[in-house]
């Protein structure tokens, strides 16, 4: 009887176990509905849906039609036509104050066409075709940059919810480990080989790993839906399969060059101060072309047009008739103007180019400043991705060893030559060598990550 109530305490046991072992896989069962995605799919969803990168795209556009305009004010002249049609009274016309009974039309038109360029205006277009190229091209640079940054929260996002996962599985490993001793001391329990407190002890431990299990789950899903949410996917987590595995993470290495190097690299890629830069240079041309009054301007125009005109003639039996023809005309001017006024010291146009190159020095004391600090956390940054790499080293050799370790002491358990106290001691010991591999993989990740974001690779 002792022998059917022990065997039947070992197989609820071992079906409380079978559950806890297929959750995870239930949640990963491929349904009709569900839907898998590698980092590669992931990033690709994500470079069409994210919603900063397209206002990047669409600041580009701007800069483009901007400084398309500007180099139209350049080269282009200005052309106008006009016409017109103009309904009166007649009026008699007279010579030498008789009337001729020869009446004005009722109507007159005319039209005519004006071609003007400001040829010369201190050099103000092209100043501000040079300030708009230069906001063109920092508008591309950010572009791609927040392309890079896409592409780095993508794959740090991906594999942050692999970490979540694995750390689940760890905790679900350690439950079944759990279980597995909780049903062995039972048996010796039964056997009288046992304490009750040995048993008791061992059913507290397994019981007290399900509320953790249960919450590392739900962390999982959270993460997973938060990371199919940024990339711009609707469907339910349970929908997705994220195809991958947090080793994959460890497949990139900084290049193999020196530090100095490194860092030059990256001080020349960072964007904050290439905008910086790019600002000074468009403070400069703005600069100029607040100071273009000290030149003259110099314009040309020419014009042609055409009109109706009303002539009174006499023909041979000495009467007089009107004659109606179109009469056409044209001419070409200069003109060269000089505002006296922006000369004085204290006018707007003066004091406007005098506020412009204050800006400039005040941004040229500032990304100094901005120079110093990025400096500083490249530094840092680099230093942080070597030690890393270290650290990732170190925490692979100690989780084979605290593996090896647990399974030597559950062996020597099994063989009675080892107490539970010391195969718990192990246990724990392998739940925090796995814990710290795995985020030493991330953190490893993540660092040589965004080094190699800085150096454009």
Do not use: C, H
């Amino acid at each position: 009887m002792r022998f059917y109530a022990t065997l039947v305490l070992s197989l609820l046991f071992s079906f409380v176990l079978y559950s806890q072992d297929t959750n995870l896989a239930q949640e990963e069962a491929v349904t009709n509905n569900r839907i898998s995605i590698t980092l590669e799919d992931a990033l690709d969803i994500a470079f069409d849906n994210d919603k900063t990168l397209k206002q990047a795209e669409y600041n580009v556009r701007i800069a483009q039609v901007q400084k398309d305009a500007s180099f139209s004010d350049l080269f282009m002249p200005s052309l106008s036509i006009s016409g017109g049609l103009n309904l009166s009274e007649s009026q008699e016309y007279t010579v030498n104050d008789v009337g001729t009974g020869i009446y004005t039309s009722p109507d007159s038109w005319s039209a005519s066409a004006t071609l003007s360029k400001t040829l010369f205006t201190g050099f103000r277009n092209w100043n501000t075709d040079r300030a708009r190229d230069v906001n063109l091209k920092m508008q591309k640079e950010i572009y791609y940059d927040e392309m890079k940054n896409v592409d780095l929260n993508t794959k740090l996002n991906f594999y942050n919810t692999f970490v979540a996962q694995e750390n689940y599985r760890v905790y679900l490993q350690q439950q079944m480990n759990y279980s597995n001793r909780m049903r062995e001391t039972y048996v010796k329990y039964r056997n009288g080989q046992v304490s009750e407190y040995e048993y008791l002890n061992a059913k507290v431990q397994y019981e007290s790993t399900k509320p953790q299990v249960v919450t590392l789950s739900n962390q999982y899903q959270s993460l997973k839906l938060t990371f199919i949410r940024q990339i711009g996917i609707t469907n339910s987590s349970d929908d997705v399969d994220l195809i991958g595995s947090i080793l994959d993470a460890t497949n990139i290495t900084l290049p193999d060059m020196p530090y100095d190097d490194l860092l030059t690299i990256i001080m020349n890629n960072n964007i904050e101060l290439k905008n910086m830069s790019s600002n000074l240079e468009m403070l400069e041309y703005n600069r100029k072309v607040a100071r273009s009054y000290l030149w003259p301007t110099f314009s040309a125009n020419a014009n042609v047009g055409i009109s109706t005109v009303d002539k009174i003639k006499m023909n041979n039996n000495r009467e007089f008739y009107k004659d109606r023809t179109g009469e056409f005309n044209w001419g070409v001017g200069f003109s060269l103007s000089y505002a006296l006024d922006s000369l004085l010291p204290f006018s707007s146009t003066a004091k406007g180019a005098e506020e412009i190159e204050l800006s400039i020095r005040q941004m040229e004391v500032n990304y100094e400043q901005l120079r110093d600090t990025i400096e500083v956390s490249s530094r840092d940054l680099i230093s942080t991705a070597k030690s890393q790499a270290l650290n990732l080293q170190s925490q692979a050799e100690n989780a084979r060893t605290a593996a090896y370790a647990l399974q030597m002491a559950q062996r020597q358990y099994r063989g009675g030559t080892l107490s539970m106290l010391e195969v718990n001691d192990a246990e724990v010991t392998y739940l925090n060598a796995q814990l710290a591999y795995l985020q030493a993989i991330y953190e490893y990740f993540s660092s040589t990550l965004q080094v190699l974001k800085l150096l454009g690779a």
